[in-house]
């Protein structure tokens, strides 16, 4: 579940003020009995996972006692993952879900905060609970129980309202004298501080107003480093439930657009260093494009079926196409799990982190940007205009020649991203050109790849004729997308290159 919340500072003498005000029409604010809540925290000696935004704790008294919060870059706004467990043994789960954060390092109780807290709920006209207040007497223990600090706060949780009932609720209370409505976890204040250093991973910070070509090239890496972390743990909670894929595409993304900025960038960073972290992305991208490309062959099933209301097909034979896939993407999936579960993905993780906060750069980095950076970019887009590109394809061309220059496509776009922010209009202009390019080459090789799939799948059933005439009519279904896609393209290629568009290109 997503947590979204606000906090507020107050001392002792604060008297929280009367909530009915910021209750829709015909609302109530209803208060709760008081309860004390003693959480214990967990984290590595360096608090890796409070700098970082996130916490492992454990809740006397929750029906589910293990909670794991993971940050998601919007301040207030965290997911919130609980387990059942016993009190002195994290759910391993759990623990995994933080693993790009502590990386291997040992986790052990940090601090204990015990909390009174008087609640309450701020509900529509009909009972339904919008928000919820709490004001928060915080003591913070040590090992032994002493307390070692104190402190009040108040916060506002919600629940089925919107972000206009937090923030009536939060003028009432600044109101009354109550100051914040940032946003700063109670561990994280407990902890003082050290758990509000910087985190170990590196963020993208913004370029400069005249950046060195490395300063391109180390925003451009931070970029997909960050992204491909940030949807770890979202990804180990898809591979465990088999649901929604999203965050393996956008893992497999940062995969594809990290290796594809070290290729370009190539002479601007140390050739051992950077061959070796590719070589692990493309390991890792596989594995996540496994389940990815089975998502989406079942998606493209189902609408390549209903594509004609007027020619249906047997949807007994869809389903059992369908039973195929299924099987195909829940495998994939079990093999991410255990990937990311692996000595090997650890290690990355730790190479990723430390690429993020020191890529290792050559002298030709200190260049200025504006300079170093066009013909760079130029290699890419070479291969992709030559004859092994674009101009060597014909309508007549097999599918892998296709699927090759759409390769190149790809690495030439996201060179082209990368250097946008330098460059310029020009970039932007051609970036979104290529995007369309690849929108065509793209649904030509999803399109070629399903018709070769529903074949396949039929062939491994000779003796079900109902899977085998279903297949045909799918394959010669996408086959018309095919032909479709290689007659959209020589228009798209050509609003491509034209000259506003490429004339920063040496």
């Keep these: 579940m997503v947590e979204e919340e606000q906090k507020y500072e107050v001392d002792d003498a604060y008297v929280l003020p009367d909530l009915a005000g910021a209750a829709p029409a015909g609302g109530r604010v209803r208060a709760l009995p008081p309860v004390t809540l003693v959480a214990r925290y967990l984290d590595t000696v360096d608090l890796r996972l409070a700098r970082a935004g996130a916490s492992l704790r454990h809740r006397r008294g929750d029906e589910l006692p293990w909670t794991v919060k993971l940050p998601t870059g919007t301040p207030g706004v965290r997911h919130e993952i609980s387990r059942p467990g016993p009190k002195k043994r994290p759910p391993p789960e759990l623990v995994e879900l933080v693993t790009v954060l502590h990386r291997g390092a040992p986790l052990a109780p940090v601090t204990v905060v015990r909390t009174v807290r008087h609640g309450y709920e701020v509900c529509d006209r009909a009972g339904t609970v919008l928000a ?70 590196v963020a993208p910070a913004g370029l400069t107003a005249e950046p060195s070509a490395g300063e391109v090239v180390t925003e451009s890496v931070r970029k997909e480093i960050s992204r491909l972390l940030a949807h770890d743990p979202l990804v180990r909670l898809r591979a465990s439930a088999a649901g929604d894929d ?27 260093w950077s061959r070796t972290l590719r070589a692990e992305l493309r390991w890792l991208a596989g594995v996540l494009g496994a389940a990815r490309d089975a998502e989406v062959l079942r998606a493209r099933l189902r609408r390549t079926a209903d ?39 650890l290690a990355l993780v730790g190479s990723l982190v430390l690429a993020a906060r020191a890529p290792r750069l050559t002298r030709r980095a200190a260049a200025p940007a504006a300079q170093a950076l066009p013909a760079l970019v130029a290699r890419p887009w070479r291969r992709l205009t030559g004859p092994e590109g674009v101009d060597g394809l014909d309508a007549q061309s097999p599918d892998d020649r296709w699927h090759a220059v759409r390769k190149k496509g790809k690495q030439a776009r996201y060179a082209v991203n990368a250097v946008a922010p330098t460059v310029g209009k020009g970039a932007r202009r051609l970036s979104r050109a290529l995007a369309r390019v690849q929108d065509v080459l793209g649904e030509h090789q999803d399109a070629a790849v399903a ?50 568009r490429t004339s920063w290109l040496p």
């Design 132 to 201: 919820e207040v709490v004001d928060d007497r915080v003591t913070v223990l040590d090992d032994a129980g002493t307390t070692t600090a104190t402190f009040r706060e108040v916060e506002v949780e919600l629940k089925a309202g919107d972000w206009k009932l937090l923030d009536r609720v939060g003028g009432v209370l600044r109101q009354a004298g109550a100051q914040g409505g940032s946003f700063t976890p109670k561990h994280v204040r407990a902890l003082g501080a050290r758990a509000q250093a910087d985190p170990d991973l």
């Design 246 to 272: 999203t965050a393996v595409h956008q893992m497999r993304v940062a995969c594809r657009r990290l290796r594809s900025d070290l290729r370009t960038f190539k002479p601007l960073l140390r050739k051992t």
């Design 307 to 345: 594509a004609d209301p007027l020619s249906p097909l047997d949807p007994g034979a869809v389903d059992r196409l369908d039973e195929v896939l299924a099987e195909r993407q829940r495998r994939a999936l079990t093999a991410i799990d255990e990937t990311l579960r692996s000595a090997r993905y």
């Design 451 to 500: 018709a070769d799939t529903w074949l396949e799948i039929a062939a491994a059933r000779p003796d079900d004729h109902e899977l085998a005439v279903t297949a045909g009519r799918l394959a010669e279904r996408e086959r018309g997308s095919v032909r479709r896609m290689r007659a959209q393209l020589p228009a798209a290629w050509h609003r491509a290159t034209r000259r506003r």
